[in-house]
C-alpha cells in the first residue's frame, strides 16, 4: 500500500490508480489512514502542491473523493460541477493539474442518482445556467437508454472530451472514467 506523502510527485499514473483503487477499498471496509498529520501537512503544502490525481465529479454533497478515496490534504485536485461536465472552466483547471502541477491521471466519476443527469435525461425546460450545464450532457443521454446507462456514457462523453484536449495530449496525461455508487460507496471503473 503507498500512501502520498505532500510535495511529493508521483509520475507514473497507474501508481496514482492504483493508490485510488486501494483508497476505495480501505473506505469500504472503514480502515481509514490516519489524516491526524494536517498541521504537518500543511506546512510541507504551503511550498507547493503535488497532487498525483486529478478528479472531475459531481458537486452533489454525497459524493466527495477525498472521502471515498481515503486521500490527505494535497494528494487530488478536485474539479467539482454539476454533472462532472469537461465544460471551458473544468478543462482550463484541468489543463493547469496537468501542466503545472504535474498530475500524470485525470478520473471522471459519475454516480448513481445523478440529478444533473437524471434532468437532462427528462427534459423540458430549464433556467439557462442550469441548461448550460445540461447542454454538455444532452450527448450522453441521445446515446438512448435509461438514466443510469445515460450516467456512464456521460462518463464515457467527458474521458474523451480530456482526452481530445491538446493539452492533456502533449502532457501524456492518461484519463480514465469511475462510476461511484451513493448506496454502497463502491467506486466501480469503467
Not at 1 to 30: C, F, S, T, W
Request: hydrophobic share 40%; glycine share 10%; net charge negative.
Amino acid at each position: 500500500m503507498k500512501i502520498h506523502q505532500p510535495g511529493e510527485l508521483i509520475e507514473d499514473a497507474n501508481v496514482a490508480l492504483q493508490m485510488l483503487k486501494e483508497g476505495n477499498e480501505r473506505y469500504l471496509k472503514g480502515a481509514l489512514i490516519d489524516k491526524g498529520s494536517y498541521a504537518a501537512d500543511r506546512e510541507v503544502l504551503s511550498g507547493g502542491q503535488k497532487p498525483f490525481a486529478v478528479i472531475v465529479t459531481c458537486s452533489d454533497s454525497r459524493v466527495a473523493p477525498e472521502i471515498y478515496f481515503d486521500q490527505k490534504l494535497g494528494d487530488i485536485f478536485i474539479i467539482r460541477n454539476a454533472g462532472n461536465v469537461a465544460d471551458p472552466t473544468a478543462l482550463g483547471s484541468i489543463e493547469y493539474a496537468v501542466e503545472h502541477l504535474k498530475s500524470k491521471l485525470v478520473v471522471v466519476v459519475g454516480h448513481s442518482k445523478c440529478g444533473a443527469v437524471t434532468a437532462a435525461h427528462a427534459g423540458g425546460e430549464l433556467p439557462p445556467n442550469i441548461q448550460h450545464v445540461i447542454n454538455f450532457i444532452k450527448p450522453a443521454v441521445a446515446k438512448g437508454g435509461d438514466v443510469d446507462k445515460a450516467i456512464h456514457d456521460n462518463v464515457g462523453v467527458m474521458v474523451d472530451t480530456i482526452k481530445a484536449d491538446d493539452i492533456i495530449k502533449h502532457c501524456g496525461a492518461t484519463v480514465v472514467g469511475g462510476y461511484y455508487d451513493v448506496h454502497t460507496g463502491e467506486v466501480k471503473w469503467l
